[in-house]
C-alpha cells in the first residue's frame, strides 16, 4: 500500500514569510509525528497526534510554529515569519498508534530552505 | 529529559568488515529501543527493535543489536558489510508508556567495495 506522503519535496522561502507542510499518513493510521531533521543534528521532535487526543506540542520550538490534524488524517504544519534557522528537512511519520512498541513509518521529507 | 548519543559520527568501513554501532541513552525507567536506517535519497525505515523479551534483536539485511540495561546501550551490529550497507543510521529511544522517539544524532556509515 502507501506509504506516508509529503508535499511539498522542496520548499524555498524568504525570510518572514509563512509555509505550510503537508503529510498525508498511511491509511488507518492513527498517530502522526512531525519531526526536524538539521544537518548533523539527528530528528527533533515537533508534535505528535494521536486520534482525537490534544496534539503534545512540547517538541515545538517556538510559538511560529503549529501544526493541525484535519479529520483524524491529513496533517499541516505551519511556520509563521520563517527565519533561517528554520532551514531543515521537515519528517512527517505515521504509526498504528497501538503504543509507545509502534514501528512509526516515515516521508520523504520537506526540505525548506529559508534565504 | 532523556538523551541518546551515538559515539561515532562517520564510520568508514570496507566490504566484509564487522560493524559496530555504539548507543547509549539516558532515561532510567522502561524502553523501547530502536535503529533505523536512511539509504541514500530513501525513506527513513526501520531496521530492529527492541520492546521486550530477548535483549539480543534481530532486523533485516543480516543486522542485529543487543539491549545491555546495566550499561544503557542498544549496539548495533553486523558480521560482515556490504557496500550496499552505506547508509545514515539512527538509534532511537521511547518511554515506555510514551510513544515519541529521541533519536540519536546519526552515524553515517561508508563501505567501501
Known amino acids: 500500500g502507501a506509504g506516508v506522503s509529503q508535499s511539498p519535496s522542496n520548499k524555498v522561502t524568504e525570510k518572514g514569510k509563512d509555509v505550510e507542510l503537508r503529510c498525508d499518513p498511511i491509511?488507518?493510521?492513527?498517530?502522526l509525528y512531525w519531526y526536524r531533521q538539521s544537518l548533523g543534528q539527528g530528528l527533533e521532535f515537533l508534535i505528535y497526534?494521536?486520534?482525537?487526543?490534544?496534539?503534545?506540542k512540547s517538541g515545538l520550538p517556538s510559538d511560529r510554529f503549529s501544526a493541525e490534524r484535519t479529520g483524524g488524517s491529513v496533517s499541516t504544519l505551519t511556520i509563521q515569519r520563517t527565519q533561517q534557522e528554520d532551514s531543515a528537512v521537515y519528517l512527517c511519520?505515521?504509526?498504528?498508534?497501538?503504543?509507545?512498541?509502534?514501528?512509526?513509518?516515515f516521508g520523504p521529507g520537506t526540505r525548506l530552505t529559508v534565504l | 529529559a532523556q538523551s541518546v548519543s551515538q559515539h561515532n559520527h562517520h564510520v568508514i568501513l570496507s566490504e566484509a568488515a564487522s560493524l559496530e554501532l555504539g548507543c547509549n541513552y539516558s532515561?532510567?525507567?522502561?524502553?523501547?529501543l530502536f535503529w533505523y536506517v536512511q539509504y541514500p535519497g530513501q525513506h527513513l525505515q526501520l531496521l530492529l527493535k527492541?520492546?521486550?523479551?530477548?535483549?539480543l534483536v534481530k532486523g533485516i539485511k543480516g543486522f542485529e543489536a543487543e539491549f545491555i540495561k546495566s550499561k544503557f546501550s542498544f549496539n548495533l551490529r553486523k558480521p560482515s558489510v556490504q557496500w550496499s550497507d552505506t547508509a545514515e543510521y539512527f538509534c532511537?529511544?521511547?518511554?515506555?508508556?510514551?510513544?515519541?522517539?529521541?533519536f540519536g544524532k546519526g552515524t553515517m556509515l561508508l563501505v567501501s567495495p
Open positions: 511519520a505515521s504509526s498504528p498508534g497501538q503504543g509507545a512498541s509502534d514501528t512509526q513509518y
Open positions: 491509511s488507518g493510521h492513527t498517530a
Open positions: 497526534f494521536q486520534g482525537n487526543s490534544a496534539p503534545d
Open positions: 532515561y532510567g525507567g522502561t524502553v523501547n
Open positions: 527492541y520492546f521486550s523479551g530477548d535483549p
Open positions: 532511537a529511544v521511547g518511554n515506555s508508556g510514551y510513544s515519541t522517539l529521541t
